[in-house]
């Protein structure tokens, strides 16, 4: 449900000054006894920067918005909210959450962007290149600092990169090359922790392991990242980006899988991913999605006859140097491309360098931005989907429920399970092979939270289909309303979950807006 909370501004009348007056006395006693170098924001300035995330569909009032110098402000930050009766803590990176999870109603938002210079440093352990950066650093400023000074760049990535570091390994950060390297919680060694007991620890897998693979997708509940040592490899010059189109999903799925289960020492795509889209000429769900140049057209007369109501497009990337030829790299994709069965005459690809390809998503930020659907609502859904229910999925979500698009991109494409750890707090279904599907809505300006309510009663309907139906998913980016949904969605792992909170947030002051347990006085 669309909700705006006011907790402190009610009516015109003596409750509502007793409200604020609580509010006002609350404020200024956190003011004191937190005793930082960093900024405190208070009242609407605080509102304003923390009471709605990217999702736009909840809306709260924090108490105030801390803005860290540095980690003992964070711990500071821990430590009021501790000698507090209610006080809860939660982390703000770059306000990229869809259902509140990164907000404190009446609580304290730490807001990470003001530490977001506190770390760069390259280093190396023997062979092993890494990077040291701040929690609360964009992984875009991380991606173009490494490759400009360094020649080097983080393995693994999202898709959109105006994300922090904290935010992403907090929950797993998966893109086209997690089929390869793993998210991205499997791509760092070593952490630097504020937990909810107000210690800063430093972390790694021989080191304070068990905090270590807790905080790694263990979204926010056990500590807040403050360092993050992420590992680097030489950084491509360019990249062929491709894509081919699919009617049948059996062999969109067969050929994606096939291509992210080469062993490593066999030729591949550097870059793996996919997308459903519409069969028809609608320019934001339809066949004008797919073309990557305007030059480029989509010609419907290559599709068979019996083609149904939606589509499939593979993505694919491969990384090349500046030096290598082009009939070099004509011939490294035509020998791994020609295996695949797509529909000739509906491939499309361009070059472009490495650092336009991972930035690739911020011209659609910037359309978004200009048409005004990035302020707008983002009803999104995202799941891991096993490999055994993909195919029940497709035909009853992508060919039924959601057939006419979500006016934004429905992506779907293949993950390998072993390239992820299984001592972090992350869940994903069983089976070697599973996917990503993300249905990342876009709703018009102007329009009414009726229709947004339908749009997130969908996504609700399409999570309770799995659950009646028995589909092996977990959701991403999870959000539930009950403990009995929690327990559900990490199994046998919930009594791991729980001990891990006890350890390291007895009180339960991190991320309250997860909804997952309760402040203890």
Known sequence: MIACIEPYFLDNDAEATSAVTAAVLSTDSVSESLDIQGEILCGGAAAD???????????????????????????????AALRSDKLTVAARGNGHSINGQAMAEGGLVVDMSSTAENHFEVGFCGDTAYVDVSGGALWENVLKRSVSEYGLAPRSWTDYLGLTVGGTLSNAGVSGQAFRYGPQTSNVTELDVVTGNGDVVTCSEVENSELFFSVLGGLGQFGIVTRARVLLQPAPDMVRWIRVVYTEFDEFT???????????????????????????????????TVPLHPDHDFDPTRLPQSSGSVLYCLELGLHYRDSDSNSTVDKRVERLIGRLRFIEGLRFEVDLSYVDFLLRVKRSEEIAKEIGTWETPHPWLNLFVSKRDIGEFN????????????????????????????????????????????????????????SVEKLVAQNQEIVHWCVRNG???????????????????????????????????????????????????
């Not at 923390?50 to 500071?76: E, H, Q, S, W, Y």
């Not at 980016?477 to 350890?503: Q, T």
Request: aromatic share 12%; with cysteine.
């Open 49 to 79: 920067i923390a009471g709605r995330d990217f999702g736009g569909m909840n809306c709260v009032k924090p108490l105030a918005v801390v803005r860290p110098v540095g980690p003992a402000d964070i711990a500071g930050a821990v430590k």
């Open 254 to 288: 067969r050929d994606a899988e096939w291509l992210v289960s080469q062993k490593d020492e066999s030729p591949s795509f550097d870059y793996v991913e996919g997308f459903v889209f519409v069969n028809d000429d609608d320019p934001v769900n339809g066949w004008p």
């Open 395 to 450: 035909r009853t979500v992508f060919k039924e429920l959601v057939k006419n698009g979500v006016n934004g991109p429905m992506l779907v494409y293949p993950l390998l399970r072993s390239r992820w750890d299984e001592r972090t707090s992350v869940e994903v279904p069983e089976g070697e092979i599973f996917y990503i599907v993300a249905l990342l809505r876009f709703v018009p300006p102007c329009t009414k939270a009726s």
């Open 471 to 521: 589909i092996d998913f977990k959701l991403y980016l999870p959000h539930y309303k009950c403990r009995e949904e929690w327990i559900r969605h990490f199994g046998n792992r919930w009594s791991r979950f729980v001990d891990r909170k006890a350890m390291f947030d007895p009180m339960a002051i991190l991320s309250p807006g997860q909804k997952i347990f309760n402040r203890s006085p």
